[in-house]
Antibody, heavy 121, light 108 residues
């Protein structure tokens, strides 16, 4: 069974750094793109960026370029999303998901269970 | 950027009803559209991709149609487990993939 398991909920203060993870299993982790999607409280879905763990090729949505960093460690089948300085507006649920097609034209399936990030002073 | 307008934003229906949700793209996106279902507190689940291809394991009462700018998701006979929020996603304009605003399907 293809599965993505994300790290647990985080509570941070503004200005702190954070790295959340997404571990893939049940498939060849290096052969599929992984994406990250943000869902702010009570709101819709926003695509943030994608990474190909095979060679760490990374692409960002223009809305998130420079705001976050996406990386992967293929030796442990894990992708990451990180912030260097969190803001209150980063409070959201973050999902990782595997891409179902080519990087330039793809849907998301399956999805991780989500990581809730709360940023509050 | 390609805008996706999803309608309605909410919908009340009864078990057994047939319901239709629509997504309209601001420019042609061929068939590069997916549909997802999200239940409260859960991750989204892929229902349909390439506008009309049913994902494995998804009940056949779900169907998708359309190409170009106008797309529909139809649920032919609503079941209790179908009450959720539905999103469309266009994946034509890389890197500007976008989701619709969502349709909350509630029990009448």
């Amino acid at each position: 069974e293809v599965q993505l398991v994300q790290s647990g909920a985080e509570v941070k203060k503004p200005g702190e750094s954070l790295k959340i993870s997404c571990k893939g299993s049940g498939y060849s982790f290096t052969s599929y793109w992984i994406g990250w999607v943000r869902q702010m409280p009570g709101k819709g879905l926003e695509w943030m960026g994608i990474i190909y763990p095979g060679d760490s090729d990374t692409r960002y949505s223009p809305s998130f370029q420079g705001q976050v960093t996406i990386s992967a460690d293929k030796s442990i089948s894990t992708a990451y999303l990180q912030w260097s300085s969190l803001k209150a507006s980063d409070t959201a649920m973050y999902y990782c998901a595997r891409l179902g097609g080519e990087a330039a034209a793809a849907w998301f399936d399956p999805w991780g269970q989500g990581t809730l990030v709360t940023v509050s002073s | 950027a390609i805008r996706i307008t999803q309608s309605p934003s909410s919908l009340s229906a009864s078990t057994g009803d047939r319901v239709t949700i629509t997504c309209r793209a601001s420019q042609g996106i061929s068939s590069y559209l997916a549909w997802y279902q999200q239940k409260p507190g859960k991750a989204p689940k892929l229902l349909i991709y390439a506008a009309s291809t049913l994902q494995s394991g998804v009940p056949s009462r779900f169907s998708g149609s359309g190409s170009g700018t106008d797309f529909t998701l139809t649920i032919s006979c609503l079941q209790s487990e179908d009450f959720a929020t539905y999103y469309c996603q266009q994946y034509y304009s890389y890197p500007g993939w976008t989701f619709g605003q969502g349709t909350k399907l509630e029990i009448k």
